[in-house]
């Protein structure tokens, strides 16, 4: 099974590569030279040009000849190129870049963060029980003050009251 997948993926690439190869060399020649190479008139316009003694004169003539020439050695090159590529990066290509360009852009970040004043220094350990009692004094609601209802206290407050209230009594008489 291992062998015809590899077998497919060497016919896949073949395949694709040809129509790739020959679109692009299509596209070059079109541009460069206004030549078809899937045309046979222009085909026929080379062969003519040739039997009637045609010379290679012009740098670009030597270019045109140049270039197809190297058709076929360029294509065996970019087929072995090609089968050496792996499609899976080539198709998440812009994941892979976006993680790059994330990983050099937080490069020079430090790799943890550190956060300080959030504790009181050393943790204790406890036992359970005192766990337990923590987390159940925590959930209580707040103690309220109480009133300081000491007797002595409240005495002496209404006998000095009363001192200053018959004091001034006194004093509205005389």
Excluded: C
């Excluded at 460069?32 to 039997?51: A, D, G, T, V």
């Amino acid at each position: 099974m291992k062998k015809f997948t590899q077998h497919l993926r060497t016919f896949l690439i073949l395949i694709g590569w040809t129509a790739f190869y020959l679109w692009l060399i299509g596209l070059i020649m079109n541009y460069f030279w206004h030549f078809n190479i899937f045309e046979k008139r222009y085909w026929l316009i080379i062969s003519k040009f040739w039997n009637a003694g045609g010379v290679i004169d012009q740098p670009s003539e030597y270019m045109f000849l140049l270039m197809l020439i190297l058709i076929i050695p360029g294509w065996f090159l970019g087929f072995r190129k090609a089968r050496k590529i792996s499609y899976v990066r080539l198709f998440f290509f812009p994941i892979f870049w976006y993680n790059d360009y994330i990983g050099r852009k937080y490069a020079n970040q430090p790799s943890h963060i550190v956060l300080k004043n959030l504790g009181g220094g050393k943790i204790k350990k406890q036992t359970p029980q005192q766990m337990m009692e923590e987390m159940i004094s925590s959930r209580m609601p707040p103690v309220k003050e109480k009133k300081d209802l000491n007797s002595n206290k409240i005495r002496s407050s209404f006998e000095q009251k009363n001192k200053k209230f018959h004091e001034k009594m006194d004093a509205e008489t005389k």
